[in-house]
């Protein structure tokens, strides 16, 4: 049985960190779901670290539950949580409602997620009352990102501090089982997470939230692009897949690789038969 919205709830409940993190394929998933990672998010930042795109917005629908499928096939335990991509739910609710089910019923995730605040509510609750189980995401949302002028951190001021709070209870009240914050102050971060009896996700907001979200990416230093300051490198795969691909070149030039230990053989006795030898 995979970990369900009640399951994350009860963490926040009980004090219990919800530790994060994005996949897009069946590799590096059935990874994190051996380290024991409670909820994966096929983000659509795949559209940047995975297909190579400017932002978020060029990604499709049909590229998320490409990516979903091969993260679901991985897990058994883990909660799926999948980006609706941009304009696949801005336009009206049942729009929403057709895109969501697609990727309940074709990628076989538990949960999908929208950026937005007090605006997309009633979409909110359209999916919510009609068995979707959906994720709030606040602050800086990528999708927006003509708008916002950047990726930039929000909630600097007062007011528009005073906007992610009270959108962080629009979202509450409109069904959202939890809610990501990204990179905004970590105490206005801290003032929702207390003021929320439901989970708070953050990236680049502090250590306040009830959980924590980072790319993967970013995660095992596989993307060069940019380092946000809030992206923590746990490993630093591209200089390793680097050096190891220089090694490789260098032994294949020098007929070091493939050496008898890598190589198949024939018997002589069989290899005597071969006529043209
Ligand atoms: O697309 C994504 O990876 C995200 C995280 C940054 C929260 O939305």
Redesign the pocket.
């Known amino acids: 049985m995979r970990i369900s919205i009640k399951d994350l709830h009860k963490m926040k409940k009980t004090g219990l960190k919800i530790p994060m993190l994005?996949a897009y394929d069946y590799t590096s998933a059935q990874i994190l779901e051996k380290a024991q990672i409670p909820i994966i998010?096929v983000?659509?930042?795949?559209g940047q670290v995975v297909l190579g795109y400017e932002s978020?917005i060029p990604v499709t629908l049909n590229e998320m539950i490409y990516h979903a499928k091969s993260v679901v096939l991985a897990t058994r335990k883990t909660h799926i949580v999948v980006?609706l991509p941009f304009l696949s739910y801005q336009t009206n609710n049942s729009d929403a409602m057709k895109n969501a089910g697609r990727v309940l019923k074709e990628a076989g995730a538990q949960s999908v997620?929208l950026e937005g605040g007090k605006e997309i509510t009633s979409t909110i609750s359209y999916l919510t009352n009609r068995g979707i189980p959906v994720m709030g995401?606040i602050g800086l949302t990528?999708q927006s990102v003509h708008q916002l002028g950047g990726y930039t951190i929000q909630g600097k001021t007062a007011k528009n501090a005073q906007k992610i709070i009270d959108d962080a209870s629009y979202l509450e009240d409109s069904g959202v089982y939890g809610i990501?914050l990204?990179y905004i102050p970590s105490q206005i971060a801290k003032i929702i997470t207390e003021k929320l009896s439901i989970p708070t996700i953050g990236?680049g907001s502090g250590r306040f939230c009830d959980g924590q979200?980072q790319?993967f990416h970013d995660f095992v230093g596989l993307f060069d692009d940019f380092k946000p300051k809030h992206a923590k490198r746990y490993l630093e795969l591209s200089k390793l897949i680097q050096q190891s691909t220089e090694q490789y070149i260098k032994e294949v030039n020098e007929k070091e690789f493939p050496s008898d230990k890598e190589s198949y053989f024939i018997s002589e006795e069989e290899l005597k038969q071969i006529k043209n030898l």
């Open positions: 994005t998010l983000g659509d930042s795949l978020t980006d997620k995401h990528p990501v990204e990236i979200v790319v």
